[in-house]
């Protein structure tokens, strides 16, 4: 399976499809699902919301995208609450 990103104001930051076996690293922004599961952490740009297209191709499924919204980080205060 491959993730085509669509945006710039994202980055893939790790991949997995949670089998202890595969040795393909974080980073790859392909890689073999395992049991019809495969995860994408994306990372914002600090202090720019916007949209983000994640799209997964497939030589033997139908391709799927996903729009996702992203939101500003709010600034720590340091207060628990």
């Known amino acids: 399976m ?3 990103f669509v945006g710039s ?3 893939i930051v790790a ?3 949670g089998q202890p076996t595969n040795l393909v690293l974080f980073p790859s ?6 049991n019809g599961l495969y995860l994408v952490i994306i990372r914002g740009k600090k202090g ?3 949209t983000v297209k994640l799209k997964a191709e497939s030589d033997s499924l139908e391709g ?3 729009t996702l919204q992203s939101v500003a980080e ?3 205060t340091g207060v628990a609450q």
Do not use: F, I
């Open 2 to 4: 491959a993730l085509l």
């Open 15 to 17: 991949t997995d499809n």
């Open 48 to 50: 720019q919301p916007g």
């Open 64 to 66: 799927a995208t996903v």
């Open 9 to 11: 104001l994202d980055e």
């Open 74 to 76: 709010k600034a720590d």
């Open 29 to 34: 922004h392909e890689r073999e699902a395992s």
